[in-house]
């Protein structure tokens, strides 16, 4: 018999159990499925995770000032909180690395933003011009603010994509002027919408609804302290930069540099009211986080296909005896041991294989009701599918072949006896 005919055969076999074979490769389903439907998912997921972390630049380095814990009062109705990044540290890092290190200085503006005498709830960041090319934003309309412009001191401004819409819905925004605190900057541009994109180190606000005005203008035109007013007492906080983001040219070894800042901060910042964010080690920890994963993964889908394999195991010795005779007739008439071992493999590996193919199908299926539902993309890649396949045949032929030993050992006079 050549090997078409023997499959044909043990196909045929399969066929006249069908529930019976559909409950036996349950396991290898599960176990196929949930390797399909996770891997996709997680791919997908790990991507999304590398894009954001990867726009923020792996060359770049936050840092953004934190309130200390523990500020000392003046008297007993004021005081002032000085703390964070100042406009010398700017000045030490572009001393200290030259032309291969480019800052870009951030200041949450923090006084609210008017348009024709109302108050709107977005936010105004006072930026370095190269701010928006680090972080890839684009124009819907107008222009970005130059190094010129910040240099001159203008009262120009960019609004994002959501501020547009809410402020200036039936008029044209580039003709149009924004009030924070009592100075009017004029609006020059307009920002694509950035889809769940917030920039800064730890994504706490969104540039679709924020007000960017040049640096210089805002430390010229207001200052660093900032008021705030409860109950009659009045606290003060003096800070100059919000965040810094230090951005290297690709020749530098992030981790070389991460030292030498490190250090430098920790001399210069006792109280600890800084945090330092290197996407480059967020990049390698969520790939060191996403081999971890896949390896819980492939155990908890290896039991699944153990479980599956066992019970393929359990119906193939059960098939054995129940089709002793059929044995016991065939080798009276001539099969070899090794064709009643081919026979009973084969089935062994049909199921498998039934079972692998129904299971990539339903981790398909799977994996799109999963991205639909947490609103995840999912990647499928020909590797796990094939592999996935691949370990299905492995576990037929695994599991079938002590029956199929089995089976070829029985003696054919003993086999014709039986009832």
Request: hydrophobic share 45%; net charge positive; aromatic share 10%.
């Amino acid at each position: 018999m050549s090997l078409f005919d023997i499959f044909s055969l043990a196909f045929r076999g399969i066929m006249m159990h069908k529930l019976r074979a559909f409950l036996t490769v349950l396991g290898i389903i599960f176990g196929i499925a949930s390797v399909i439907s996770m891997v996709a998912v997680s791919e997908g997921a790990k991507q999304e995770v590398i894009k954001q972390i990867e726009q923020l630049g792996v060359n770049n380095i936050f840092i953004r000032s934190k309130k200390p814990a523990v500020e000392v009062k003046q008297d007993s109705t004021s005081f002032i909180a000085k703390y964070g990044l100042r406009n010398e540290d700017v000045k030490h890092f572009s001393e200290l690395f030259g032309s291969r290190l480019q800052t870009i200085a951030l200041r949450n503006v923090k006084y609210p933003v008017h348009t024709l005498g109302n108050r709107v709830k977005v936010e105004a960041y006072a930026v370095n011009p190269p701010y928006f090319k680090l972080t890839n934003l684009e124009l819907e309309g107008g222009r970005f603010f130059t190094d010129e412009d910040d240099n001159e001191l203008s009262g120009y401004c960019v609004i994002g994509y959501d501020v547009a819409k809410k402020v200036f819905p039936v008029r044209d925004p580039l003709k149009c002027f924004v009030k924070i605190q009592d100075h009017a900057f004029k609006v020059i541009g307009v920002l694509k919408n950035k889809e769940s994109m917030k920039t800064s180190t730890i994504q706490t606000f969104d540039v679709n609804e924020t007000v960017f005005i040049p640096y210089k203008s805002w430390y010229n035109r207001m200052t660093p302290l900032t008021a705030f007013h409860d109950k009659g007492a009045g606290t003060y906080e003096y800070v100059e930069i919000t965040e810094l983001i230090l951005s290297f040219d690709s020749s530098i070894n992030i981790l070389d540099v991460k030292d030498v800042i490190s250090n430098y901060l920790e001399k210069s910042f006792p109280n600890k009211d800084y945090d330092m964010t290197i996407p480059y080690e967020l990049l390698q920890q969520k790939k060191q986080a996403q081999k971890i994963f896949a390896l819980v993964m492939i155990s908890i889908a290896s039991l699944a296909l153990i479980v599956g394999g066992i019970g393929i195991m359990n119906i193939m010795l059960a098939s054995v005896l129940e089709r002793i005779k059929e044995i016991g007739t065939r080798r009276a008439l001539g099969a070899t041991k090794r064709l009643i071992r081919m026979q009973f493999l084969s089935e062994s590996v049909c199921l498998s294989m039934i079972g692998g193919i129904i299971g990539i199908g339903i981790g398909v299926g799977l994996s799109f009701i999963i991205s639909t539902i947490v609103q995840w993309q999912v990647i499928f890649t020909p590797l796990p599918i094939f592999a996935a396949f691949f370990i299905s045949v492995i576990v037929g032929i695994v599991f079938g072949t002590y029956p199929a030993i089995k089976a070829s050992n029985l003696d054919p006079i003993e086999a014709l006896r039986s009832e």
